[in-house]
C-alpha cells in the first residue's frame, strides 16, 4: 500500500512536493513501524465502486495533532469488488509532510 501510494503522489505531484521522512525507508523494509503510516480505515467500507474503476487513489492534505498538515493517501484495490453493501476495504497511508504550495495546490482544487 505504501508503494502504490508514494508512486501515485511522486506521480501526481511530482518529488519535490513533500517531503517523505519514513515512507522510502518503509517501502525498502528499512523500518518495522508500519502501523504508524499505513492501515486500513476504521469505518466500514463503503460500497464497491462502478466497474469501470478497479483500483482507487486518492491523496489529500489533512492535519495532523491539530497542528501539522501531513499529506495522506487512501488506496483502495479491487474497489469493484465487494457487495451492494460493502466493498473492499479502504487503507490510509500518510506519505510525509506538504509543502505549501502542493497545500495550496490541493486546497485550491477541493474548493
Known sequence: MAKIAYC??????GIDTFNPPVIPDL????????????GPSLDLPPPREHASIPHRVTIECGIW???????VAMVRLFAHSGTLEY?????RVLLGIPS???RNRLSANAA
Open 27 to 38: 517501502i525498502l523494509g528499512r523500518y518495522s513501524a508500519i502501523s504508524y503510516f499505513v
Open 8 to 13: 501515485t503522489a511522486i506521480e501526481a505531484y
Open 100 to 102: 505549501a504550495q502542493l
Open 65 to 71: 495533532k491539530n497542528r501539522m498538515p501531513v499529506l
Open 87 to 91: 466493498g473492499m476495504p479502504v487503507y
